[in-house]
């Protein structure tokens, strides 16, 4: 099967640590090469600006990176590329009807690539599918409305849930979200993300740590909403630990990081400033390191739409302790394969992991459950087998192409 996927502003090809390449980046790139492996043919579309040669194969995956002239060369905030999206899409519908390359389906990441997806949809007839990521109404809770206008957005994101053939849902959270906004249940297909298990796996390098010394790890970007703060409260509550955050930027860069300092500052009026180690970001091959390095992962987000770094640490054979939202909610479960949490909620987090941290029977239990859970459910090829089905679905339903000058 020819399979198009739409990743307007993250590449698959882009470098970590660059300001689109976050989850969204990596969650394209495997899904593709896990396509590619299930023997079908997989184009990612992409925005210029990444640096991507226009048409720019994948070594390591077997997929073509194909860079859409749309909007200015230069690097733009993802915030200003809406009106761009329509130059995006013709584009798009121009390459499948005279590209000699027709794909049998489009499958769009994030609601803005959903935009140009759709509207080159409606010009070839290729069935559409929509994975969104995160949503307007989830960011507007947690985010104080900034990220384009949450109202706007939202709108968008709506009338897409109605217009595509089919909406990949990656967490029951996500599934209730769309249901309170119009989206009809039966355009869902709930489809968890995969881990990739090569690289994240319980045997491998270990990244330096003092054995004497319990280690709690959090992992994220250096926002507020990644939990880090809450992270930070709780370590109170466990005097022997050491907490270690790795994200954000580079180890240099992060006594310039406002939220950084921001955190170490925290550290030290909690008395914890000595236990507090803030590593920066690694590259994603040496993060499987840092969570075996780990007595424990924290993953306290205060909304996560998917939660792949609890997913990464339950690989590694790492229990966790999360937040009990969104996609942790359900990849977590609670007294099984790790311990869930209120989000925002210091106290109880610090009780869990002083709990937890006492009870080596309980750790080395829930990591045993969840490397099983993560090899049962949450494995990259997994996702492609269930989403080749979605796809094989609305391929062989597919609408007759529109008579388009």
Same mark, same amino acid.
């Given at each position: 099967?020819?399979?198009?996927?739409?990743?307007?502003?993250?590449?698959?090809?882009?470098?970590?640590?660059?300001?689109?390449?976050?989850?969204?980046?990596?969650?394209?790139?495997?899904?593709?090469?896990?396509?590619?492996?299930?023997?079908?043919?997989?184009?990612?579309?992409?925005?210029?600006?990444?640096?991507?040669?226009?048409?720019?194969?994948?070594?390591?995956?077997?997929?073509?990176?194909?860079?859409?002239?749309?909007?200015?060369?230069?690097?733009?905030?993802?915030?200003?590329?809406?009106?761009?999206?329509?130059?995006?899409?013709?584009?798009?519908?121009?390459?499948?009807?005279?590209?000699?390359?027709?794909?049998?389906?489009?499958?769009?990441?994030?609601?803005?690539?959903?935009?140009?997806?759709?509207?080159?949809?409606?010009?070839?007839?290729?069935?559409?599918?929509?994975?969104?990521?995160?949503?307007?109404?989830?960011?507007?809770?947690?985010?104080?409305?900034?990220?384009?206008?949450?109202?706007?957005?939202?709108?968008?994101?709506?009338?897409?849930?109605?217009?595509?053939?089919?909406?990949?849902?990656?967490?029951?959270?996500?599934?209730?979200?769309?249901?309170?906004?119009?989206?009809?249940?039966?355009?869902? !297909?709930?489809?968890?993300?995969?881990?990739?298990?090569?690289?994240?796996?319980?045997?491998?390098?270990? !990244?330096?740590?003092?054995?004497?010394?319990?280690?709690?790890?959090?992992?994220?970007?250096?926002?507020?909403?990644?939990?880090?703060?809450?992270?930070?409260?709780?370590?109170?509550?466990?005097?022997?630990?050491?907490?270690?955050?790795?994200?954000?930027?580079?180890?240099?860069?992060?006594?310039?990081?406002?939220?950084?300092?921001?955190?170490?500052?925290?550290?030290?009026?909690?008395?914890?400033?000595?236990?507090?180690?803030?590593?920066?970001?690694?590259?994603?091959?040496?993060?499987?390191?840092?969570?075996?390095?780990?007595?424990?992962?924290?993953?306290?987000?205060?909304?996560?739409?998917?939660?792949?770094?609890?997913?990464?640490?339950?690989?590694?054979?790492?229990?966790?302790?999360?937040?009990?939202?969104?996609?942790?909610?359900?990849?977590?479960?609670?007294?099984?394969?790790?311990?869930?949490?209120?989000?925002?909620?210091?106290?109880?987090?610090?009780?869990?992991?002083?709990?937890?941290?006492?009870?080596?029977?309980?750790?080395?239990?829930?990591?045993?459950?969840?490397?099983?859970?993560?090899?049962?459910?949450?494995?990259?090829?997994?996702?492609?087998?269930?989403?080749?089905?979605?796809?094989?679905?609305?391929?062989?339903?597919?609408?007759?192409?529109?008579?388009?000058?």
């Amino acid at each position: 099967m020819r399979i198009a996927m739409v990743s307007e502003h993250a590449s698959p090809l882009a470098v970590p640590g660059e300001e689109n390449a976050g989850e969204q980046h990596a969650h394209v790139a495997e899904l593709a090469a896990a396509l590619v492996r299930a023997g079908h043919e997989v184009r990612v579309y992409t925005r210029r600006d990444s640096g991507t040669q226009p048409e720019a194969a994948s070594a390591h995956g077997g997929y073509q990176v194909c860079a859409v002239p749309a909007g200015p060369a230069r690097r733009v905030p993802r915030d200003e590329l809406l009106p761009h999206l329509g130059e995006f899409g013709n584009w798009l519908a121009d390459a499948w009807r005279h590209g000699g390359w027709v794909p049998d389906v489009a499958h769009a990441h994030f609601w803005m690539s959903g935009l140009a997806t759709v509207h080159a949809s409606r010009r070839t007839g290729v069935p559409t599918v929509l994975t969104y990521h995160t949503l307007g109404t989830v960011e507007r809770r947690h985010r104080d409305a900034r990220d384009m206008g949450p109202s706007r957005r939202i709108g968008y994101e709506r009338a897409l849930g109605r217009a595509v053939d089919r909406v990949v849902v990656q967490s029951e959270d996500e599934v209730g979200e769309l249901l309170r906004m119009g989206v009809p249940r039966s355009r869902m !297909a709930l489809v968890p993300a995969g881990v990739n298990e090569a690289v994240f796996r319980p045997d491998g390098p270990v !990244a330096p740590h003092d054995p004497a010394r319990p280690r709690i790890l959090t992992v994220g970007r250096m926002v507020e909403r990644q939990g880090f703060v809450d992270v930070v409260r709780a370590l109170p509550a466990v005097p022997d630990a050491e907490c270690v955050v790795v994200g954000g930027p580079p180890a240099d860069l992060l006594p310039a990081d406002a939220f950084a300092r921001r955190l170490s500052a925290l550290a030290a009026s909690c008395g914890v400033a000595d236990r507090v180690r803030l590593v920066g970001g690694v590259p994603r091959e040496e993060m499987a390191s840092w969570y075996r390095s780990a007595d424990v992962l924290v993953a306290a987000p205060w909304h996560e739409p998917f939660g792949l770094t609890a997913l990464e640490g339950m690989a590694c054979g790492v229990p966790v302790i999360g937040t009990a939202v969104g996609g942790i909610a359900d990849s977590v479960v609670d007294g099984l394969t790790g311990d869930l949490v209120p989000p925002r909620d210091p106290r109880a987090l610090g009780a869990a992991l002083r709990r937890l941290l006492a009870d080596n029977v309980r750790r080395f239990t829930y990591a045993t459950a969840a490397l099983d859970r993560v090899r049962s459910r949450y494995s990259w090829k997994r996702c492609a087998e269930q989403l080749g089905v979605v796809y094989d679905t609305l391929s062989t339903a597919a609408r007759p192409v529109p008579a388009v000058a």
